[in-house]
DNA sequence: TTGTAAGCGTTATCAG
DNA sequence: CTGATAACGCTTACAA
């Protein structure tokens, strides 16, 4: 434990000065082989172990760290495998950076965003309630990008086509001939209950929105139980309440995980899938334990989604702009819908 | 885009000393009313957001960053719901500490541990591989915690009772009349093909070799099968290749996932659960879409693992020693496992 | 190829 | 309660 030793003590010890020592071990500039070597020796002797990262982060003004803002615990967070697969896009696109990946929250319960040496933002998810803090991040000089977010913050937003994406569904399934369906959507809000929700009310996060506006382009009114978040169980409830009310032919689930639940729920109340009820899913992700059925779904590029978002930070941090990118689902047909029976199971 | 607007800029704005102004941005000491509203409203004026965490981290020692270091892709590591709880933990209790998560690997692929201003590392999963890492930091004076891995680092480790819990359970397998039984294992070894095992061979994994040996206490020589990783599907797969080849009346399972997959591939076969096989896991968890089963498992505290890392955490932080902890699962009796059927099936 | 000088922006300490 | 002073440990023009 001896006292702290630092760069100006190994370049006294190997009779240089603090700046050749600290090329020495940045490499930026060439230095003789020799004094090299005698800057290495000293530091081994001395026990250096490299420059301190926040002097350098001082001096560079770069800290090697991006802060991934999200709203909600990292437990819920992870819980979705789309949010996964774009955060290990964005931890690959920003490694090249140097960078790494620090997690944020932003509701006090984590050091706050402004407080930690960042060198650029991402916002994970729906943050239309903070707006400070994006504008606070900016004026720091800040990148920040969104993830699915409001475009409206001036800061470049990695989005899907999610209302088209679904819309596509929505006549795939009424191209089958389907005319009785529901939907089960994600969270209408960041607090809200599950349930059915009214024709005249509009989710408040984005992509729920998004989603349900593109089923709405093809069917009038379809009933739409809003789960309390992305997951099998949250489907079969969302599932069961559908149908205990109603018989529609198709259900449109707003991810993989929903409708894997739909379909749970479906076989173990002895409807057959696809034949007595058809089933969308969304994102296209694998989802542990389904086969052996294969959602017909929309697939999303939720890691590619996360490499755009490092190469809008590279782009920002170089001082360029960085455009919104939109990213397309494709559609990805699979086992689960046929045209509905001609008469209800029932 | 000002030019950047300095602590001393403000101050200066305001009539006071830099000095004077920082105070009154930490709130560490007091000040007047009076001149702590004129440094505000100055830091107003000039658009002044707070101290630059750099400069801040530098005089301060403090960067609020916690560093866990992961052997695996986040997409990889993420994928168990275990590791998430953990980590949930983990992000919890450092959160008093005004710190955030930094997800880092240790194999290049993102920034070094240590060329990153780090309050703490927390080392996740096994890092046998990577002793001058763990080296170098302790070096650098910066605490060091691990979860699972081996105490011969001389850090504090977060562990579970694995031997023991999964003893218990072979017992309670043993107890009910088993004497034909199987284990699906984690992964052997970090790049580890699955399939079986044969019995002189020793897992790589700590947690994999630590469960194996539980089960070795009660079963001579149990069939083993090494699963891919933990997930239903590589529980399926595993359940497979096991149920091809032998009639085993239990499935000792090492991970609920796994287990959940082994039920799936049975009941898939037309074998009921627990009928004709018994199956157990380990974790704890709440399976998604598992139901109507409930798996009789060895709970593991992953959340208070979490906690507990952050405690020895702020108690390497505040210069004392932590101790390493051991923490026990508890039995969860389910309805998965039952004495095994007269005759096989088969 | 190496050394000199000048900070990076903050905060701890101590005196007033 | 406020101010002066001195670091924190490093990097990078620029000069030699």
Known sequence: MAAKVTIADVARAAGVSASTASVVFSGKIKVSDETAARVRAAAAELGYRGPDPRAASLRTGRSGIVGVVMSSSLRTAFLDPIAIATMDGIATSVAPLGAGILLLRDDGRTPAATEVPLDAAVLFGTH????????????RGIPVVAVEGDPAWGVPVISLDNTEAQAQLAHHIAGLGHRNVAVVSLRWGP???????SPASTPVIDVTRERL??????FENPNVFSARGSSVDFGIEAANAILDRYQPTAILAQSDLLAAGVIRAATERGLSVPKDLSVTGFDGVAVDGLAPYQLTTMHQPAYDKGRAVGDAIARLLEGEKAPSVRFTCTFRPGNTTAPPAHSSVN
């Open 128 to 139: 239309s309630e903070n707006p400070e803090l994006v504008e606070n991040l900016v004026e």
């Open 191 to 197: 607090t809200t209950e599950p349930g059915f929700v």
């Open 213 to 218: 506006a593109g089923v709405r382009e093809v």
